[in-house]
């Protein structure tokens, strides 16, 4: 719970409360607004390339699948090219990821393994995000 980070905007009262990056899977952000909570996703994979395109897939480890086929993957380039999202959780989805381990993503083209400790940790730290305020 301690390497949760939360932030109160001094100007409009906003609050963000934050994982913190890991290593291969990336972030979770849940931003409190005038009572109302919006939780965002964010993940990265690094390419040898440019290639633009759309679609994200999680494979978890039971064997189920998760897609957003419409999300637009960014390029950035900081020493190679990282290939990210940052995408907006439905309701749906956040029942989804406090409950499931994930094993792999797919960003475009681009894959990446996750390592089981990593994933399930990531996991234990969203369900220690959804219960703060």
């Known amino acids: 719970e301690n390497?949760?980070?939360r932030e109160?905007?001094?100007f409009t009262?906003?609050?963000d409360i934050n994982s913190p990056r890991l290593s291969k899977l990336g972030y979770i952000l849940k931003n409190i607004d005038k009572g109302k909570s919006t939780y965002y996703f964010s993940t990265s994979i690094k390419s040898s390339g440019i290639y633009l395109?759309?679609?994200v897939i999680i494979l978890f480890s039971d064997g189920t699948k998760w897609s957003r086929p419409s999300e637009v993957v960014d390029v950035d380039y900081s020493s190679g090219f990282e290939n990210n999202v940052f995408m907006k959780l439905t309701q749906?989805?956040?029942e989804i990821f406090k409950k499931k381990v994930?094993?792999?993503i797919r960003l475009y083209?681009?894959?990446?393994?996750?390592?089981?400790k990593e994933a399930e940790h990531f996991r234990?730290?969203?369900n220690i995000i959804i219960k703060k305020k």
């Open 109 to 116: 083209i681009h894959d990446k393994d996750v390592d089981p």
């Open 92 to 94: 749906s989805d956040i």
């Open 13 to 15: 009262g906003e609050i």
């Open 3 to 5: 390497e949760i980070n």
């Open 124 to 126: 234990d730290l969203f």
């Open 8 to 10: 109160v905007d001094e």
């Open 53 to 55: 395109g759309k679609g």
């Open 102 to 104: 994930i094993k792999k």
